[in-house]
């Protein structure tokens, strides 16, 4: 009963990151954004591994992984 009641936490963490990234992506180049993404989108992937027994979150932590390494991948690129 309790996991069934916690399988909103990816959704919303989902939400918090892509909000996060579009502010970034709009324009606003504020230093905390560039720690807050990737530590937003790591709990992201965190809590859905831990409630990927529903298809969404699995989706959810694919697209997450996605962005880490993609972010990542242009960190070092830079």
Known sequence: MGDTML????RVLFIISL????LLY???????LYSAIPIA???TAIFSIIFRKNTLNQIILFISIGVLAGMLTFALLI
């Open 41 to 43: 989108f790591a709990f």
């Open 7 to 10: 399988k909103w936490i990816p």
């Open 26 to 32: 709009v324009g606003q180049q504020l230093s905390w």
């Open 19 to 22: 909000s996060l990234l579009a």
